[in-house]
């Protein structure tokens, strides 16, 4: 059926008389790919909402709405983080502005480029204390964004709203952030003549392929030169990940990565030796210390606190070369002898084409790891406790958990691992069969993603969603905890209502467990971190998800995961999980001691 088939007479008249400000805004999404946009409805958003419904019926970016606004910026962020695209996410004028920041602010930590659009009353009725009211006069909406924004702007005349969009789009993506526009409800409902883009923002945004060629002549040399590199990854080397392994592999280097960056390399790759930072690896830790490396090549790695262990000298000096698209990324690294600045693709095509006649010294592995995926999964590394990560004990483990997702679920699941001790256990415990080696890939096809700087509870929970609609199909596993749940478990109706196969995985254990052992590893009073016992599949049920309660690895063994993946809609599994295990979290405690 056409759209226009599928419109009233009336409709179709007027959707062809009806061109306002946000037709206009929705084209420009629409030249860029985007085909969502997260947000809540309202009162002063309507006009708004009204050209995402004409949009819809064009077949053009639509609206998903969440059940909260924050929950709205994490689907954006998931969106984001797995299309390369413009997340953008939308909320009405007062609490919705407000109910959005703390999901907007953590894409700001994780340079994400997101488009943030909150409504305004309209202009006539600022400085009078209107309903919900958000000018400068009252709440300044556009004053609360710009202090974790690249950009936010009220749009105070309609004729500033093609320039103020564009420069916010330009800017999420040249400033890798959030980039916020308040729009006036008059302003956005005003005719526009043919609600057609004056700009070609594809065009615009064009990344050059530029790279300091100097440098790279340096770079060169160093890898020609280094004996025993190790490659230290992270998150931002997505783009190039193929090109950096086929690298790695011609020149023999082994291979770490930041948490960040767990999702890009396979935990079987013969060169992988673990994870730093907290909760990470101790083979990881000591290939960096090991005094036979010469180099160190860091690249792509936002240099967290959680990713350095609290930027431990031990591990950062002279040995280092820095390689970034991300120029701040440079900041953590003063230590390093080689900055080399550009866009990472080209840096290593122009490093691989300098190779070309090496040997590769892993050829044969990579073939036979490629050919057999599942015959060698053997790991270059130990984990803190190998007892319990098979222990049959029930309740089940945590560690025993996270060893057995991997082996019920896909190869090609995404794992998104929530804020708490969730993320602590995925980063150290949890090992995706993943198939990739080197050469080409889908560069945002990371399969694991946590969010730890800024780290908002129920962030998994949202960007799932997001993180499903981006990559429609494919197996999804979001691993959270009981407190987030509570705190966000209603954006699983979304995942319902869009029918998105996202397995919410609960570690119920009723308690806020990371407050639990970091008070028991600081000394702290043991104090506000208990739950109620709450029968998470119940809740799931409620809403209308499936449902299973699990407590030991023989439940989770015989779950029927072919069909929770075909399954048109989400599922929870309700894991009730021995929640005195601690967690591997010691790094981040003695952090929290040191600064009291
Ligand atoms: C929005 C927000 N509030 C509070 C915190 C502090 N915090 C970090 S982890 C945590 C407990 C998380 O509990 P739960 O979701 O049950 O996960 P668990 O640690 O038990 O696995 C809290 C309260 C936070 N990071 N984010």
Redesign the pocket.
Known sequence: MSVQQGLSPGAVGSEMLTKEYGDLLLAYLAQLDVEYVFGIPGGAIEPFYNALARSERRGGPRAIVARHETGAAFMADGYSRNTGKLGVCCATTGPGATNLI?GVAATSEYDIPLLVITAQTPLSSFGIGAVQESSCTAINTVALFQQFCRYSTLVSHPDQFERKLITAIMTAFSERGPAHISIPMDVMAQSHTSGKPQFDLPALLNKPSLLDSAAVAQLITEVDQCRNPVFLIGDEAAEAIGLILTVAMQIDAQIVVTPQGKGLVSPYHPLFHGVIGIAGHRDARELLTDSPVDRVFVIGAHLGQWATSGWDLQLFNKRIIHIEENEANFAKTPMASLHVRGRLETIFETVLSKLENRPRAHENVAQHNVDNPLLNHKRSFRLDDEAGFISAAVPIK?QRLMRELPNIFPAHTHYLA?????F??AIHYLHPYDRRISGRRDARGGLFRATLDF????WAIGAAVGTALAHRGEPIVCI????????SGQEITVAIEERLPVVFVV?N?S????????QRLTGAEPIA?K?PKVDFAAFAKAMGAQAYVIKSADDLLALDSRAICMHPGPTLLDVRID?EET?PIGGRTDILKSST
Do not use: R
């Open positions: 703390t945590p929530d804020v708490g001790n969730s602590a256990w780290a908002p509870m129920g959270t905890g009981d407190g987030s749940m509570l705190m570690l254990d308690a806020y467990g990371m407050v639990k052992h970091g971190f739950l929640g967690p």
